[in-house]
């Protein structure tokens, strides 16, 4: 699989609220994930399956999720992005309680039919 084919797949099992299934199907095991800002107790640049599935469980914890798009993908090389768009209330932290809309794109980069490298892009304020 190309980047193309691994980004269809990707945004296929987002859209269906299976993000964890997604990371255990095309991420590959040493993979690099780097956010804009660290989330609580995690750090900005993680590396490795296990860290990134820990990033998004934590996500997944500690929001209620009420809905949510993903546009894409969008290809480019060994590359593609995504945005992705949510709309969530934060359960703790300094946001407890408050209904946030955010927008961000992801930036994915693979290698045979694996990603190994994701990035990405958002403004907190």
Not at 18 to 27: F, P, T
Not at 32 to 38: F, G, I, L, Q, T
Not at 66 to 76: E, L, Y
Not at 107 to 116: N, P
Request: hydrophobic share 40%; proline share 5%; net charge negative.
């Amino acid at each position: 699989m190309g980047a193309m084919e691994v980004g269809t797949k990707l945004v296929e099992l987002c859209r269906q609220g299976k993000n964890l299934e997604a990371i255990d199907a095309l991420y590959a095991p040493d993979v690099v994930s780097v956010e804009a800002s660290p989330m609580p107790g995690h750090d900005k640049v993680m590396t490795g399956i296990e860290a990134v599935r820990g990033k998004n469980q934590w996500w997944v914890e500690n929001h209620e999720i009420h809905g949510g798009d993903v546009k894409g993908p969008f290809p480019h090389d060994e590359r593609f992005a995504c945005v992705f768009q949510f709309d969530v209330t934060a359960k703790a932290g300094p946001m407890a309680g408050q209904r946030i809309q955010m927008e961000e794109v992801g930036v994915f980069e693979v290698k045979g039919d694996k990603v190994v490298r994701e990035e990405f892009f958002y403004s907190m304020g």
